[in-house]
């Protein structure tokens, strides 16, 4: 093929080629490629020809070393040290290969033609994190550290065992010590009854309580609401139970209700223990039992007591009830001579005499509450009756000793009750006094230190 | 049975006050009985009082006993026995909305009754008893004694009203803050107001001390009546 192109080839080509020939007889650019139509090699030695001297001058110079100046590195400290820049890594490129053999155009059948859309134009994510932040081993333990801390607030911890006698709640038994033996000294002791006796001077609220209790006649019944729980009764038992056997030593009748279902039951136990006579029941007393509703049952009893009532606590029928007792000539609320509200709660009092004061006529409203509650009921009395919500106030086993007192009939209030109770609030005052000296003198020592 | 009873509630008593050492097992039985206990004869009392007698009864009537067919009553009944039967809905998920109806009638109507009652009960009526003359000659009171009363009961309620005044004028660059005539008065109503909480606190410990004294009486009868049986258990 050569000797073919040779003898064909015009006589000045000829001679391009000797003199671009090696000596070792090879052309410079090594072996020709295969040649395709119309295509002709470089002539050899191309690249080894002198190059002229203004082309060789234009080689970029070597730069000058820079002499007198030497810069020892610096240590950078950790955190200017976290913030160098890390290095980019290049994208990787996919070299291009030789063997693409393009297949359009006019470059059709020619390898190693640039594609039209070339790799390194194309859309790439960098695969390094170029946000990485470098830390340090003393800054991973501390935060690890910071972690722990955040995270013990959260979790409940057990607490710590202690040993049986180490874990006791010693100033509870210790008030809990005090108060026993106070309770204990007068029923021990014959000496310790009757040491303290309960205020000769009455209040005038008390006093009008029972000039209201003691100026019923026998022809008015009085309705007795007992809105209070067993709980309660180791207070309100001697107050009611004052009241009703007055009412008893009078011959009133006596009705009892109550708005929660376990007054009711209270209530029942209380009259039988003052009416002890079985045949009592239905003559001197009865039980109407649970009235529901809250204020709406009471609104409602303004109206009228039968509809409300079908059957009494005791589960007698209404027939019975409303028409073989003391009851069948007293259907209205206008009917009774006084109402008594035996409550633990102000709320219940208040509830009581915001809706009968749609009764009318309202009869005297007396209450008999908790010595807790008597604040909050106070503002409803007032000693002229055309103004009183409530005509009387009686509280706690104070009232009820005072009550029993001035009816001239022993009781429960008046008798052990009041001895233990005066014992009891004895020790309570010592303890009251002695606490606030030992803390008031050991904050004031505190302080002092600080 | 009253011996039994009274043995029982020494026992309880005791259990009760076993909290002391802490919480233990007799301890958990009393509460537990006492919680189970009060909410079943709440129960039974509601169903033996109001439910059946008042509901029930009158249904039953008109088909046992039609001669004694009561209209009035007989309506109610039935109103209410649909309304119950509605109100149980509200434990299904789907059949909430009408049983909300129900709930709504009960609460409005408890509400408006409430309300009705705080409104002509105890607002105007206390309104009416602030308005009391300074000096009195009526009661047994003398005049200095009048006028003292009248004097605390007008500072009083002013005082304790003005203490609840929350109002603040807003100033550029300081805080906001109550106006001073209100700031110079507050503290007198904080004086009453402590005042009524120290009775209140006074009256709840001696009440407290009464029914803890109740108690220990039990204790004491129940252990009496233990003594007293106590042939009967091989003592002598």
């Not at chain 1, 671009?20 to 002539?43: I, K, N, R």
């Not at chain 2, 049975?1 to 802490?22: D, E, K």
């Not at chain 2, 007698?53 to 009035?72: G, H, R, Y």
Request: glycine content about 10%; hydrophobic content about 50%.
């Amino acid at each position: 093929m050569e000797a073919a192109a040779g003898a064909e080839q015009p006589e000045w080509l000829r001679e391009l080629g000797a003199a671009a020939t090696l000596p070792g007889g090879e052309a410079p650019g090594g072996p020709a490629a295969p040649l395709g139509a119309g295509e002709a090699t470089l002539p050899a030695g191309t690249e080894a020809a002198k190059l002229p001297g203004w082309l060789s001058n234009l080689a970029p110079a070597k730069p000058a070393p820079v002499a007198g100046v030497h810069l020892a590195p610096v240590a950078l400290p950790s955190w200017l040290e976290a913030m160098r820049p890390v290095e980019v890594q290049r994208p990787t490129i996919t070299p291009e290969v030789d063997d693409y053999e393009e297949t359009v155009g006019v470059l059709a059948g020619l390898h190693g033609v640039l594609r039209p859309q070339p790799a390194v134009t194309q859309p790439g994510k960098s695969a390094t994190q170029v946000h990485k932040l470098a830390i340090s081993d003393a800054q991973a333990k501390q935060a690890d550290l910071l972690v722990r801390t955040l995270a013990e607030g959260t979790q409940a911890h057990p607490a710590a065992k202690r040993s049986f006698w180490m874990a006791l709640p010693l100033a509870r038994l210790a008030v809990f010590a005090v108060l026993f033996v106070a309770f204990v000294t007068p029923l021990i002791f014959p000496e310790a009854k009757g040491f303290y006796t309960p205020a000769p001077r009455w209040n005038q609220a008390a006093q009008d309580a029972y000039n209201v209790v003691n100026d019923l006649s026998p022809a008015e019944p009085v309705l007795v609401a007992f809105d209070y729980d067993p709980a309660q009764a180791g207070e309100l038992d001697p107050l009611a139970q004052a009241i009703i056997s007055n009412l008893q030593r009078h011959s009133v009748p006596v009705v009892g209700i109550s708005t929660s279902p376990v007054g009711a039951a209270t209530g029942e136990a209380l009259l039988s223990r003052v009416f002890t006579d079985t045949a009592a029941y239905g003559s001197q007393y009865v039980n109407l039992g649970y009235l529901p509703g809250g204020p709406v049952g009471m609104l409602e009893l303004t109206s009228g007591l039968k509809p409300l009532f079908a059957a009494d606590y005791r589960g007698n029928d209404t027939k019975w009830v409303w028409d073989t007792t003391f009851l069948s000539r007293t259907q209205q609320l206008s009917s009774f001579g006084a109402i008594v509200l035996v409550s633990a709660t102000p709320d219940t009092v208040r509830a009581w005499v915001e809706q009968l004061q749609y009764a009318s006529p309202r009869p005297a409203i007396v209450a008999a509450v908790s010595a807790g509650a008597e604040p909050l009921v106070r503002p409803y009395y007032d000693p002229e009756p055309a103004k009183a919500q409530i005509r009387g106030l009686v509280s706690g086993i104070l009232g009820a000793a005072q009550y029993e007192r001035q009816s001239g009939a022993a009781g429960v209030a008046s008798g052990e009750m009041w001895d233990v109770l005066g014992w009891g609030l004895v020790a309570i005052i010592v303890m009251l006094i002695v606490g606030t000296l030992f803390y008031g003198v050991t904050g004031l020592l505190s302080r002092q230190k600080r | 049975m009253n011996n039994l009873g009274a043995v029982l509630a020494a026992l309880l008593t005791l259990f009760i006050l076993s909290y002391l050492i802490g919480d233990n097992p007799f301890y958990r039985l009393a509460a537990s009985l006492f919680v189970g206990l009060t909410a079943g004869y709440a129960v039974v009392v509601a169903l033996s009082n109001v439910i059946w007698p008042q509901m029930i009864t009158p249904l039953l009537t008109v088909l046992k006993a039609p001669e004694n067919f009561d209209v009035s009553r007989t309506v109610l009944a039935v109103i209410a026995f649909i309304l119950s039967i509605v109100l149980i809905f509200k434990l299904f998920a789907s059949t909430t909305r009408p049983a909300s109806c129900v709930t709504a009638l009960m609460v409005g109507v408890g509400v408006a009754v409430a309300v009705g009652g705080t409104l002509a009960g105890t607002l105007i009526p206390q309104v009416q008893a602030a308005f009391i003359p300074l000096w009195s000659t009526k009661g047994t009171a003398s005049f200095l004694e009048s006028l003292a009363e009248g004097f605390f009961m007008v500072v009083g309620t002013v005082a304790t009203l003005w203490f609840f005044y929350y109002g603040g004028r807003a100033r550029p660059g300081l805080p906001t803050e109550r106006p001073g005539w209100v700031k110079a008065l507050a503290p007198v109503g904080e004086v009453f107001l402590g005042t009524t909480f120290g009775v209140m606190y006074a009256g709840a410990i001696v009440a407290s001390l009464a029914v803890f004294a109740q108690s220990w009486l039990n204790v004491l009868n129940g252990l009496q009546v233990l003594w007293n049986l106590r042939s009967f258990i091989g003592l002598p």
